[in-house]
C-alpha cells in the first residue's frame, strides 16, 4: 500500500494545498489499491480513467480554494452520475446511464472531487448486509467472508480498505451508520433535508438522507461541509444556515448534557457492547459531560413502524422500474405480461418482498390497519425524541446490537436481518441527525460504533462530541491486506 | 335533444323516471409549464418533446410544485364561490400503464385544495344552483397510441405532468340542458379567469358523468355508473340519454343496476362496461411523501382575491343595470369573455343598443358562417363602433350599413373608407332628392295617377324608385318626407 492510501481525506487536502501531492499521484495511488482490490468486489463500476484525466486537468489548473480539491472519491452506486452508469445494485438498471448529476455528487464535483467509481450496494439500499446487491457480495475488509454491513457495504468496505479516503452513502434505515460500525469507520446521517435527495434513487422518500463516510471525524464534518447544501429542486431540502462543520469543530464538550435511553438496552445484546456503551458513558462523564438517563418509550415500535413505512413508499417508488423508459425490459405478450416478467426478472427477492409488503400495507381495508397507525407511532416516537431533548443536548446508544455477521448468516432469515437495524431506525423516523464512531472491538476482533444521535440540524454538537470521544477512546482499525495476494 | 322548458324524464308506460347527473370535469389549468416540472405545456408539439426527467420519471427525479398552477386552482375556486384550503396534501395514486411514466398519478385525495363551492345557471325557467363539492389539482398523464405501429404501441409523453383541475359537482343536475348550462358556465368562469382555455377539441375540458335514474318522487339516490372521459357537450348528453334508459329498462325489467365504471362509444351511441366495482383498482392513495404538504394562509389567498376580474354572473347584473340590457341579452354577451370585451368597446364608443343588435345578429352570424372567434373577427371592435355612428349620425342607411358590413368581413377596411371609396354616403340634401324624386314622378304619370285616385300602397312603389334611381343611398326618411307632400 503506498502511504498516500494511508492519509486521511484532511491530510490529502493538506498536501495537496501545499503542493506536496498532485492530485494524480492521490488519483493513481487510490485507483492502483482499487484495482488490486477487486475480490473484495466493492465496485459496481469504475471511472478510472475518467478519474485520471480529470486529475491531470485539475494538476494543471488547481484551483486550491476549494474544499476537496482534485481528491478522488468513490461514491455509492444510489446517486445518479452523469455518463456514468448508475445501478442502485439492481439488474433492472444495470444498463442505465444517467444524463444528469445528483445534487450531492454535483457538489463534490463543484468543491473539487472527483468521481473514481460507484461501490456497491444492496438493491435500491434494501438491506443491511450487501447480500441483496444484484452485483455480488461484497467483503468486509476487516476479515474474509465478513460482511461490511449495508446497504452502503461498498461504500464501507471500500473507505475500511483504503480504496477511497471518504465515501458518501445513503441512509433509510441505518445503511450508513450500520456499515461504518461493521467496518470501524465514521458514519453519518444528517437531519432529513440537509443533503438533497435530487438525483438518488429512491427509497423510502421520507426517510433517506445521503451522508459522509470517513476514517475519522474530522474528515466527516469536512464531508459534510462539501455534501449539505439547500436545494430547490428537492421539495424536502431545507432551507437553514449550514455550519462551517471542521472549521468549527471542538472537543469541549463540558457541560454537555448527554442522554442515556433505557429502551436501547435490549434483552441479549452481547457484553461487549454493553461495555462499549459503558466505556463511552466513562469518557463524556471524564470530559466533563452530564451524563442523564432517559426514556424513549416508542422505541420498541421503531422496528414495525419502519417496516410499514418503508416498503409503502418504496412500493410506490419503484413503480417507475417497468421496462417502458429505460433500464432492464423483458419481452411480453402484451402489456400487463412485459411488466410481469420485467419486474420478476429484474428486481431481486429482498426488492420484491418489500414491494409486497409496501403494497399490503396500502391496499383498501388495510391502510387505516398498518400505514395509517404507522404514520402515528410515527409522531410519538418523534414525540419521545423531544420531550428527551428538553433534558439533553444529544443521545448516546450502541450502533448496532451485534458486530458484522459473516456472509449468508441471515441472509434466510429476514427478520433477523432487520432487528440490526433496531438501534438507528428510529433516528430516520424522527428524522434526526446521527453519527456512529468506531469505538471497540468485539471477541473476534470485529469492530463496534457508538452512536451519537443529536437534535434536527444540530450536526455540530454531534461531530464535536464525536471528535471528545474519538480523541479519548483510542480506536485503531486492524486490517491486514488478507485481500490483496 | 331535450324541450326545453319541460322536465327531463325517462317515461316507461305510466311511470316517470328522474336521471340524477354528477359531473367531474377535469379542466387543463393555463400555464406555462407542468404541474411539477418546468416542461412546456403547448398543444399539438412533436411528441415527446415536452418531456423533463421530471415527466418521464427518471430515477431520483423529484417533483416541485409550480405556485402558477396553485395560483390558478385558488382563482378557479373563488370564481366557483368555494372555501380555499388552507392546507391539502397531495397523494399518489398508484396504478400501472404505459403512459404513466412514475406508476403512480400525484393527485389530491382525501384533502384537496377548494373545498365546496356553487355554480348558478341561467335556465329559461330562472336560474338554478348547482353545488360544487371540491376541485383538486392533478398530474394528466401521457398518451398511448395504438394506431401507428402495428404490433407496438406508442407513448407520447408530452401531456404527462401537466396540470389538471378535477371539479367535482354535487349530483344536481337534472337534464341534458342543465349539463350543457352546467359545462358552458364553467368554462366561461375559467376563461373569465385565463384558469383554462376550455378547448374541448384539444382536450382541455373533460368529463366523467356520473348517471343515476330514480322514480319521480322518490327521495333516495340511486346506484350510479360512472362514464369515464367524455369530451364533447353533444357526446355528455348522448352518453347520459343513453345511460339513463339503459338504467331505466334495467330496473323496468326488475332487474338492478351494478356501480361500474363505463364507456362511451361515439360511434355506436352507447356506454359499455368497462369494469365492475368488484374490478375496480386499488389505487393505494398515500400523502407522496417527495411533497410536503400545501399549506396557504389567509395573505396569500386575499391577495389573490384581489387579481379576480369581474365574473359572468357580476357582469350581467351590470350590463342589465348600466347598459338596460335585457337579462337574455345580456346573458348572450357575457357568456363569454371575449365577446363580452369586444361588446364593451363597441358600446364605449357608439349606441349600446344598436351594438348589440349588431353583435347579436350580424356579428354572431357573421362569426358562425366562418366558424371563427370572436377573437379572430375581420371586423375589429373599433370599426364595428364606427360603423354603428356612421349609421347614428344619418351618413349612412341601415340598409347601407349591411352592405358596409359585408365589404367589411371581407376586407378588414374601416367603415368610413369604404364608404367615401364606394360612394356609399346617404344622399341626404333635399335639393337633390327632389330631383330625383321630380323624375320619378314624371316617368310614372299612370302610377301618380292611380295613387291619388286612393292606391295608397303605391307609396312603397316610389320610394322603391327613388332609392334606385339613388343607388340605395338616398335618406329614407327624407324621402319619405318630400314624396309625401309632393303626391298629396
Redesign the interface.
Known sequence: MSEINNLKLCDLVDKIKNKKLSSKEITEAFINRSKKSSKLNSYITDNFDNALNRAKEFDEKPDFNKKIPGIPLAVKDLFCTKNLRTTAGSKILENFIPTYESTVTQNIIDHGGIIIGKLNCDEFAMGSSNETSNYGNVQNPISENLVPGGSSGGSSAALAAKLTPATIGTDTGGSIRQPASFTGTVGLKPTYGSCSRYGIVAFASSLDQAGPMTHDVKDCALLLEVMSSFDTKDSTSVEFTRGNYLNDLNENIKGKKIGIPKEYKVDGMPKEIEDLWEKGIKIIKDNGGDVIDISLPNTNYALPTYYIVAPAEASSNLARYDGVKYGFRSKGENLIDMYEKTRSEGFGDEVKRRIMIGTYVLSSGYYDAYYLKAQKVRRLIKNDFDEAYKKVDAILTPSTPSSAFKIGEKLNDPVSMYLNDIFTVPINLAGLPAISIPAGHDNNGFPLGLQIIGKAFDEQNILNIAYSIEKNIGYKNHINDWWIK | MSDQNKEYLILRDDKEYEVIIGLEVHAQVLSESKLFSSSPTKFGSEPNTQVS?VD??????????NEFCIKQAIKTGIGLNAKINNKSIFD?K?Y???DL????QISQYKNPIVGEGSVTLDMPDGEKMIGIERLHLEQDAGKSIHDIDPQN?L?DLNRSGVALMEIVSKPDLRSLDEVNAYIKKLRSIMRYLGTCDGNMQEGSLRADVNVSVRKKGETELGTRCEIKNVNSIKFMQMAIDYEANRQVDILEEGGSIDQETRLFDTKKNETRSMRTKEDAH?Y???PD????PLELNDDFINEIKKEIPELPDEKKKRFIEKFNLSPYEANILVSDIETSKYFEDVSKNSDVKLATNWITGELFALLNNKSIEITESPITSENLAKLINLIKDGTISGKIAKTVFEIMADSGKDPKKIVEEKGLKQQSDPKELEKIIDKVISDNPKNVEAYKSGKDKLFGFFVGQVMKQSNGKANPQLVNEILKKKLN
Open positions: 426527467l418521464a420519471a427518471f430515477p431520483g427525479m423529484l417533483p416541485v410544485i399518489r398508484n400501472f400503464y404505459a411514466p412514475q406508476g403512480y404501441t407513448v386499488d393505494r392513495y398515500f411523501p417527495d411533497l410536503l
